[in-house]
């Protein structure tokens, strides 16, 4: 019986400097052989630079510009920076025994993002949970994970909230299925104390809520929950979805559907007043 390796996972970032050094390599009318001679590699090094499963190092990135006739500063800088972003570790690293590989990814670009759009149907976003709820929705959606998976989860979801308060936070426009407020999650006083967190994070400058009513009738996004990040240069442009299995990413222009499907839902939405009176409403009735 032989058994296979698993693939490594290839990051969103390191796939999009392997796509950068392919398509300079291929406006250069280069091989993978030519680059592979150039740096004193084999060619399957070069492959895994451009896959993104290796990604390119600092000083060959440096050989590969100048290679590829780069001599725009911006380009560079760009191009280097994305390199820099591909190596560096962030806090979620230690967390990694008990994270999916694309939830690394996931964390990673909100911690970059200058803007997230949110639609959410059935639970309230990470980023809004209180560590109550959160427990809750942890335990019941990993129903066969140990007390100290639940308690490192809980932690990786209470420490990804601080990216709302640091100096130059994302702008979080957040679109609520009117059901996210009336499905109680934990109990009435767990509940009531999330809507009025909810309400609470509704005050500050850089976090809208809208509530998608039921009143509003069937909608453009049957098929549920979706985030869009608007990226800084080098990004792109992120669509994302979460299935049972794992998680769907989309990269700009492709993901233009979904773009055009957060405004169709942002206009079904009663304003953001009228939402958060009928938020306050709610949590009055838990009392």
Same mark, same amino acid.
């Given at each position: 019986?032989?058994?296979?390796?698993?693939?490594?996972?290839?990051?969103?970032?390191?796939?999009?400097?392997?796509?950068?050094?392919?398509?300079?390599?291929?406006?250069?009318?280069?091989?993978?052989?030519?680059?592979?001679?150039?740096?004193? +590699?084999?060619?399957?090094?070069?492959?895994?630079?451009?896959?993104?499963?290796?990604?390119?190092?600092? /000083?060959?990135?440096?050989?590969?510009?100048?290679?590829?006739?780069?001599?725009?500063?911006? +380009?560079?800088? #760009?191009?280097?920076?994305?390199?820099?972003?591909?190596?560096?570790?962030?806090?979620?690293?230690?967390?990694?025994?008990?994270?999916?590989?694309?939830?690394?990814?996931?964390?990673?670009?909100?911690?970059?993002?200058?803007?997230?759009?949110?639609?959410?149907?059935?639970?309230?976003?990470?980023?809004?949970?209180?560590?109550?709820?959160? +427990?809750? !929705? $942890?335990?019941?959606?990993?129903?066969?994970?140990?007390?100290?998976?639940?308690?490192?989860?809980?932690?990786?979801?209470?420490?990804?909230? !601080?990216?709302l308060a640091q100096p130059e936070p994302p702008h979080l426009t957040v679109i609520?299925?009117?059901?996210?407020?009336?499905?109680?999650?934990?109990?009435?006083?767990?509940?009531?104390?999330?809507?009025?967190?909810?309400?609470?994070?509704?005050?500050?400058?850089? $976090?809208?809520?809208?509530?998608?009513?039921?009143?509003?009738?069937?909608?453009?996004?049957? #098929?549920?929950?979706?985030?869009?990040?608007?990226?800084?240069?080098?990004?792109?442009? $992120?669509?994302?979805?979460?299935? /049972?299995?794992g998680s769907v990413y989309i990269e700009s222009p492709n993901c233009t559907r979904?773009?055009?499907?957060?405004?169709?839902?942002?206009?079904?939405?009663?304003?953001?007043?009228?939402?958060?009176?009928?938020?306050?409403?709610?949590?009055?009735?838990?009392?």
């Amino acid at each position: 019986m032989i058994t296979m390796a698993a693939p490594r996972w290839v990051t969103l970032r390191a796939q999009w400097l392997g796509q950068q050094l392919r398509q300079l390599r291929e406006a250069n009318g280069l091989l993978v052989k030519d680059v592979a001679e150039y740096l004193e +590699r084999d060619p399957g090094t070069v492959s895994r630079y451009e896959t993104g499963v290796y990604p390119v190092r600092h /000083p060959e990135l440096l050989k590969l510009l100048d290679l590829y006739g780069v001599s725009d500063e911006h +380009r560079r800088y #760009t191009l280097l920076k994305l390199s820099e972003e591909v190596w560096q570790k962030g806090w979620w690293d230690g967390y990694a025994p008990d994270l999916a590989d694309w939830f690394s990814d996931y964390i990673w670009l909100e911690s970059r993002a200058d803007a997230i759009q949110m639609f959410d149907n059935v639970l309230m976003p990470g980023l809004l949970q209180t560590e109550d709820y959160g +427990r809750t !929705a $942890i335990t019941t959606a990993s129903w066969d994970g140990t007390p100290e998976y639940v308690r490192r989860m809980l932690e990786v979801r209470m420490t990804r909230k !601080a990216v709302l308060a640091q100096p130059e936070p994302p702008h979080l426009t957040v679109i609520l299925d009117e059901a996210v407020l009336r499905r109680p999650v934990g109990g009435p006083a767990i509940f009531a104390a999330q809507l009025r967190h909810v309400l609470d994070c509704a005050a500050r400058p850089n $976090i809208e809520v809208r509530v998608l009513p039921f009143s509003a009738g069937v909608h453009p996004s049957p #098929t549920g929950a979706f985030k869009i990040f608007t990226m800084p240069d080098p990004f792109p442009l $992120i669509a994302h979805a979460e299935t /049972p299995q794992g998680s769907v990413y989309i990269e700009s222009p492709n993901c233009t559907r979904l773009v055009e499907t957060y405004d169709r839902l942002q206009a079904l939405t009663i304003d953001p007043d009228e939402s958060t009176r009928l938020i306050s409403s709610l949590a009055e009735e838990l009392q």
